[in-house]
């Protein structure tokens, strides 16, 4: 009893525990880290925060992005549903995350609109839903570094929700803020391409084909200029203008015209845009066939489909395409051209595309159809 006397005035003298320090991570698009800090603000600006006893500021052009130090089991899970494709429970897991900085809660928030707006599929209803989240967390963060993507998946969402004028004056919006606020090149070909995308959901075939073109261009001038992480980028968004513009054939029902847009890009030397040719010929054949119920062109578009999987080594938007349309293509072939396994294999090429390639246009039509 006496040494435990002796021993509590010591404990109680100990120093407490200090609280956790922050230990935020910059990551810089040359591929670099820094480390160490306390990040104060995340502004269109840049980076501010301190290191150690020292300020520290970092312009936004050079950030990629910010791993927080102190954030809730929540964020961290959501970020790992993303990674694995799993977006309606990332939206969820970020939906959850009620405590932490307010740097953090409004990233958090922000990760919860981009999952959402990733898992709308055809949904329209969660489309407008998407759309309102997006505009109410702008309201709140005007002046935020994710306000130029913020934009864009509102647009997005308002697109998917079947507003089209509202889109385009988010999408518009957005464009003329990367050329007057300084948002880079990168965000101009986006938001052009989006617009293009827009132009074709409302119909507009002729409109939208001068609207790639124009998101094409933009994308290959500012090439000269990008870092290694937005050159790729924006090789994907010239390579998706290409598709684009013949897919507008497509939306005129000019389907032989598309055929021979399609097959001239499959001739090109880029691997990107051979596979991207290759699967808009199996889906301008395919869509054509559909139409004339021909089933020799069906087994034409198989062909072309097949290669163009087996092609595409970048976005994978090529390879989601080329799926969905194989398993297109056997439930149209049926039993008697295909055996009594038919459904269970067009199933298997839906399910490739929703859990392979789960962020690309493709995902929610292959999901449609799986459960038709």
Same mark, same amino acid.
């Given at each position: 009893?006496?040494?435990l006397?002796?021993?509590?005035p010591v404990a109680?003298l100990?120093?407490?525990?200090s609280?956790?320090k922050?230990n935020?991570?910059?990551?810089?698009k040359d591929?670099?880290?820094?480390r160490?800090?306390?990040?104060?603000?995340?502004?269109?600006?840049?980076?501010?925060?301190t290191?150690?006893?020292?300020?520290f500021?970092?312009?936004?052009?050079?950030?990629?992005?910010?791993?927080?130090?102190?954030?809730?089991e929540?964020?961290?899970?959501?970020?790992?549903?993303?990674?694995?494709g799993?977006?309606?429970?990332a939206?969820q897991?970020?939906?959850?995350v009620?405590?932490?900085r307010?740097l953090?809660?409004a990233?958090a928030?922000?990760f919860?609109?981009?999952s959402?707006v990733?898992s709308?599929?055809?949904?329209?209803?969660?489309?407008?839903?998407?759309?309102?989240?997006? %505009?109410s967390?702008?309201?709140?963060n005007?002046?935020?570094?994710?306000?130029?993507? /913020? $934009?864009?998946? @509102? +647009? *997005? &969402?308002?697109?998917?929700?079947?507003?089209?004028?509202t889109?385009?004056?988010?999408?518009?919006?957005?464009?003329?803020?990367?050329?007057?606020?300084?948002?880079?090149?990168?965000?101009?070909?986006?938001?052009k391409?989006?617009l293009a995308?827009?132009?074709?959901a409302?119909?507009k075939?002729?409109?939208a084909?001068?609207?790639f073109?124009?998101?094409?261009?933009?994308a290959s001038d500012?090439?000269?200029t990008?870092s290694t992480?937005?050159?790729s980028n924006?090789q994907s968004?010239?390579?998706?203008s290409?598709?684009g513009e013949?897919?507008t054939y497509?939306l005129?029902?000019?389907y032989k %015209?598309?055929?021979?847009?399609?097959?001239?890009?499959?001739?090109?030397?880029e691997? /990107? $845009?051979?596979? @991207? +040719? *290759? &699967?808009?010929?199996?889906e301008?054949?395919f869509?054509?066939a559909a139409?004339?119920?021909?089933a020799?062109?069906?087994?034409r578009?198989?062909?072309?489909l097949?290669?163009?999987?087996?092609?595409?080594?970048?976005n994978g938007?090529?390879?989601?395409?080329?799926n969905y349309?194989?398993?297109r293509c056997?439930?149209?072939?049926?039993?008697?051209?295909e055996?009594d396994?038919f459904?269970?294999r067009?199933?298997a090429?839906?399910?490739i595309v929703?859990s392979?390639?789960?962020?690309?246009r493709?995902a929610?039509?292959?999901?449609a159809?799986s459960?038709?």
């Amino acid at each position: 009893m006496r040494i435990l006397t002796l021993l509590l005035p010591v404990a109680f003298l100990l120093p407490a525990a200090s609280a956790q320090k922050i230990n935020d991570v910059v990551l810089k698009k040359d591929g670099s880290r820094v480390r160490g800090l306390e990040i104060t603000e995340f502004l269109l600006s840049g980076v501010r925060g301190t290191r150690g006893s020292d300020p520290f500021e970092l312009p936004a052009h050079q950030v990629m992005d910010i791993e927080w130090s102190d954030v809730p089991e929540e964020f961290l899970s959501g970020k790992a549903a993303m990674r694995r494709g799993d977006f309606q429970a990332a939206a969820q897991l970020f939906g959850a995350v009620t405590s932490g900085r307010p740097l953090v809660k409004a990233d958090a928030e922000f990760f919860k609109i981009k999952s959402a707006v990733a898992s709308i599929g055809a949904d329209k209803s969660a489309a407008a839903t998407a759309a309102e989240h997006a %505009k109410s967390w702008l309201s709140s963060n005007a002046n935020h570094w994710r306000t130029p993507e /913020a $934009l864009l998946l @509102a +647009g *997005r &969402a308002e697109r998917l929700a079947g507003t089209a004028g509202t889109a385009t004056a988010t999408l518009k919006d957005l464009e003329e803020r990367s050329i007057t606020g300084g948002f880079g090149g990168v965000w101009t070909a986006r938001a052009k391409y989006e617009l293009a995308l827009t132009l074709i959901a409302d119909g507009k075939g002729a409109q939208a084909r001068s609207q790639f073109k124009s998101a094409g261009n933009a994308a290959s001038d500012a090439l000269a200029t990008a870092s290694t992480t937005d050159k790729s980028n924006l090789q994907s968004i010239a390579t998706l203008s290409r598709v684009g513009e013949g897919e507008t054939y497509l939306l005129d029902k000019d389907y032989k %015209k598309a055929e021979s847009f399609f097959r001239q890009l499959a001739g090109s030397s880029e691997p /990107a $845009l051979e596979a @991207a +040719g *290759r &699967a808009g010929e199996g889906e301008a054949i395919f869509l054509s066939a559909a139409a004339s119920k021909s089933a020799n062109d069906l087994r034409r578009a198989q062909l072309a489909l097949a290669k163009a999987s087996v092609l595409d080594s970048s976005n994978g938007e090529a390879s989601a395409k080329a799926n969905y349309y194989l398993g297109r293509c056997l439930m149209l072939l049926g039993p008697e051209k295909e055996g009594d396994t038919f459904k269970q294999r067009a199933q298997a090429y839906f399910e490739i595309v929703y859990s392979s390639y789960p962020t690309t246009r493709w995902a929610g039509l292959a999901k449609a159809e799986s459960q038709k």
